[in-house]
């Protein structure tokens, strides 16, 4: 049987998009880990009709409810007055409650004014759960076999109680499934193309093995989710599932699970002992950035120039005015000239090289907005590529990079 | 009267916690800008009774609703087939947006496959939106005096299709207070202590007036809301006590409402006809990918050098061998030649240069991690400042950022 979650986020500041509502990101991630499966995510705002709402249509669609915010001492904050209304019980004080807000007030040197008393007043059909790192406390209840567990919305609050309680007592009380998801990440084809080539290998995945696809700009991730009892069976199936995918699609795969293009092209030069340096025209630093971003990328990265006009194309990357002149900047020449030139520069194993023109302004009938050139230059030759891309900028410097990093990652793949 | 509006996002692997849910927080502070106010979020996985459901109590509580996602070409995306069913109306060829899919991939140079084909099939009730970014078109109904909107998922197609038409039409449509924001963008200085020098302007500020505190990461942004009937009146109020704030933070303040600091910083640099050069060791090309992000950078922007290693801090930026041997390459003295010498080299007015230790690793007990140095170098002389940052390699890469640029900022209003 699957265990269904629900997940209420109460909070005007969160509607009215004052406070990005990372909690509730954060608990899905965890409730997928042991096998919870979220049905259900609501984000309400502190008013009393739209609470109570939230809370009768979740007791009709889960089996466990996890509530985050609305627990300050202040009268805007409805959760636990709410609760106690729902479940149809007063709220009266409890000791423990007040002796741990008295000691978390103690030990930074406050008062307990009356606001915090009102604190450790708790519904009569709530278990407390002690808050070890704040002062609104976490309150458990089981009725009509649904699970409800209330915490504060501060994330590191929240955080703490579903690890130390909330987890732990979820895998105790439910029967839980077990579930495995494996993310294949592919670069250089579209959804619908890898929805085509894969048609009938996907018709045939067995009923327990699920697959999605998680397109975003300029990737398509397969995520592949199984359910069962044995996860290493799991583990082995879904492994089977993707070796008969693999010839498929092997080509555009540059990565699995949570790794980024920048860390697979990092971790092959790393395994490799090679070197890499940049020459970034219309990416303009960004395949800089995304390189330096990860830790130990010295041990690879020499360096970058980012020649942004012709000029330093020519005094800095000794391309010669001549190419410039005769096939122009965004052009195959101009990319493999830069790309030669700032691996002799940066003495580096791989060059990799862009120009191209980012937009919106620039464009003309033979290289209109979103025409890039990319080179990568290594002891095995140089591999160039033309990208047709968009009319937006920030889309065209972002495609570019990953289009040539996937050139990059292809390069060092098939060198010594 | 308020209108409410309700913020359906769909898909799976929201539920499952693989994706942030950033559209839903973005449409809730655009709506909040417009007066619109968001009363309920739903995130709703591929799942059609859920979906139906959410689109039920949807209906029942709010004027305008905006869904997101599930929109994509595949078998697992469901939002197109149940609003047809929803609205109980076929789904029909729409000839325009076949053109538009068309044209989207002709100009791309690929085929459309039968599922592109599909993507231009939609609910006979509804009103085609054109998605300029994308190929999963915008859908919009209006039913029982309810808008919906259908959008995909991929934020910047979202976003797009928001801007372009959404926010646009619901302003046409509904007669919606007038609400003026006004952001004051500052850098440098942290939220509480802003508060303490603003405590006696913001208790004086008048009813209708409200002030709320963003904090970001290397910023603190100041919003002004004022509610009322007449714009003009608003725009003028905000205006005076902004006037009375400024002799109390003017020093801290860098743009307002959207401008970023390097957008601030090209603009100055445009309206001076200045140049600007970048050398950057720590924050590796970052710096150089926030400038050329601005569409129109090259008109400022002579270029960047990365030198990742000393030895092309020597070779590249001409940083002399005893330098770095005297006082390492994260110190006052090398940013100093590197800026100067990354400057002559571009031929720029302003060179601008970062060192530091990024980490984790690297850190040492006189140079801890999160030690970072910037020099800007211009007519006016050169300016430097030592950073202490965090222990996290991405903040302290943006806040190295953030910190040059308004040294370069500042450099800027000081020259001629």
Redesign the interface.
């Known amino acids: 049987m699957i265990i269904k979650a629900e997940i209420i986020a109460i909070g005007d500041e ?5 406070i ?3 909690n ?9 880990k042991i096998g919870v ?9 502190d ?1 009393r009709e ?1 609470i109570l ?1 939230a809370f009768t ?1 979740a007791e009709q ?1 889960a089996d466990i409810i996890l509530i985050t915010g609305g627990l300050g001492p202040t009268n805007d904050d409805l959760t636990k007055p709410l609760l106690a209304e729902y479940f149809n019980c007063p709220v009266e004080l409890v000791p423990e409650a007040l002796e741990d807000v008295t000691k978390f007030f103690t030990r930074r040197g406050r008062e307990l004014t009356e606001l915090n008393r009102l604190q450790a007043h708790l519904p009569t059909r709530c278990k407390y759960i002690r808050n070890k790192v704040g002062t609104a406390p976490g309150m458990w209840f089981e009725e009509n076999s649904v699970a409800w567990m209330s915490m504060p919305g501060v994330p590191h609050e929240m955080e703490k109680l579903m690890v130390d309680f909330v987890l732990p007592e979820l895998k105790r009380r439910f029967d839980l499934p077990v579930i495995y ?1 494996k ?1 294949i990440r592919t670069v250089g084809i ?4 890898l ?2 080539i894969l048609k009938s290998w996907e018709e045939n995945l067995p009923e327990h093995i699920k ?7 300029g990737e398509v991730k397969l ?1 592949l ?1 199984a359910v069962g009892k044995d996860y290493d069976l799991m583990v082995d199936q879904v492994a089977e599932q993707i070796h008969n995918c693999l010839p498929l699609i092997s080509s555009y795969i540059y990565g699995y699970d949570n790794e980024t293009i920048s860390e697979v092209v990092g971790r092959l030069l790393k395994n490799k002992n090679k070197t890499l340096a ?1 020459a ?1 025209s219309c990416s ?6 995304l ?3 990860i ?4 041990a690879y ?9 012709n000029a ?1 194309k020519i ?2 990357l000794a391309v010669k005015e001549s190419t410039l002149g005769r096939t122009g900047a965004v052009s195959e020449d101009t990319v493999i000239e830069m790309a030669k030139n700032v691996r002799k ?2 003495k580096a194993d791989f060059g990799l090289s862009t120009s191209g023109i ?4 620039g464009g003309t009938i033979e290289k209109p907005v979103g025409t890039v050139w990319v080179a990568c230059d290594y002891e095995g030759g140089t591999v160039t590529k033309k990208l ?1 891309l ?6 065209n ?1 972002y495609q570019t990079a990953i289009a040539a990093l996937n050139i990059l990652r292809n390069c060092i793949l098939n060198g010594n």
Not at 295 to 298: E, F, H, I, L, Q
Request: proline residues 3%; without cysteine; negative net charge.
């Open positions: 969160l509607l009215y998009g004052q990005v509502d990372t509730s990101h954060w608990i899905s991630q965890e409730l997928d499966k979220v049905v259900f995510r609501t984000t309400v705002g008013q739209y709402e249509r669609r998801h993310v579209g959804e619908s193309w929805a085509d697959l999605a696809y998680l397109p975003s700009l995520r989710t940049l970034e303009g630093g960004y395949i800089s950035h390189i330096t971003s830790a130990g990328s010295s990265f020499n360096g970058a120039i980012v020649p942004y006009h330093f005094a800095m520069e940066f980012a937009g919106p302004a047709q968009s009319n937006e900028r920030d889309i410097i």
